[in-house]
């Protein structure tokens, strides 16, 4: 994410849903993707802005600034008026409805887990408790949590035994347990969190409020944020997974108790290598499906039931390249 001066350009353009291109000249030109612009600065007045790069900006709820001669001029946004039509559809939303919506992103997230499950030639759990769901015998709450331990038991039977040994005898390693201070419980808080962060933005530029949440109280500053990341941690439990069976030995926790700086750039490689990867006959990455999908989580707050608002991770999926 950052914020960009254009100086001695002579247009910009849209390139796709995706990205702008800066034009400096004859075949001479700078691509720049949508998601990593925090706002653009415009130096000059006589720089061309084509109205589709406008808009598309306009949709990110990206500002944008000229600044000249004349002074300083901000180019205002649909996305005020935009944002009152998807918050006032949240706030109506009964409890029935939100239930429903929570569940398929919460089917979505069991969903990638079993296919991580699978990737690595085990048998994946069953969904349990779903009728006691159905007929209000048990909340969501407690559904979420005796489905995911029983997965999480399968997720963590990938890790080869002696990494589980050695986590068991230095850490006292129990499974996953959010503030343990072992480095595999570190890793998926660490890449959990820049889930958070890209969510975040998602959902403020789709025009949903992160402070009402569908499923998490509102002891979480951004509740909404953690609804949403649910489907997308199975990504950062397998770059997790990935690292520990492959460089277990590199990850490892300071005097302080935090993970090293070497750790987190080990893992922060492998995950952008995943939520980069192009998905197989498509032109979607896990990147821009978080994205994407808040847009899409968006009309169907605002009620239409048949848009697809959910991801499922399944890494046979994707295609993998390194940077």
Known sequence: MKVIFVKNAERISRKSRSGILVHFGE??????????????FILGSKVLIESCAISLLSSFNIPVAIISKLGVSLLSTHMLTYYNDVRRAQYAMNDEERQKIMLEILLAKFRGFSNIIKYYGRDEPDIHYTEDLEKGNISLLLWEALNSKAYWEKVLGILPGDILDTLKARYGFEGRKPRAKDPFNKSIS????LLYAMSLRALVASGLDPTEGLHHKTRYSTPLVFDYVEMYKPIAVHAVLKTFKSKSEKININKDGNLTKDSIEILAKEFFLIMRARI??????????????????????????KVRYTFTYNPKKLILHDF
């Not at 660490?190 to 969190?193: G, Q, R, T, V």
Request: hydrophobic share 35%.
């Open 280 to 305: 197989r006959n498509t032109r979607m990455t896990p990147y821009r499906a978080v994205y994407i999908n808040t847009y899409r989580l968006a009309r169907r707050i605002r009620g239409d039931e």
């Open 190 to 193: 660490l890449l959990y969190a």
């Open 27 to 40: 075949n001479k030109y700078k691509e720049i993707n949508i998601r990593d612009i925090e706002a653009l």
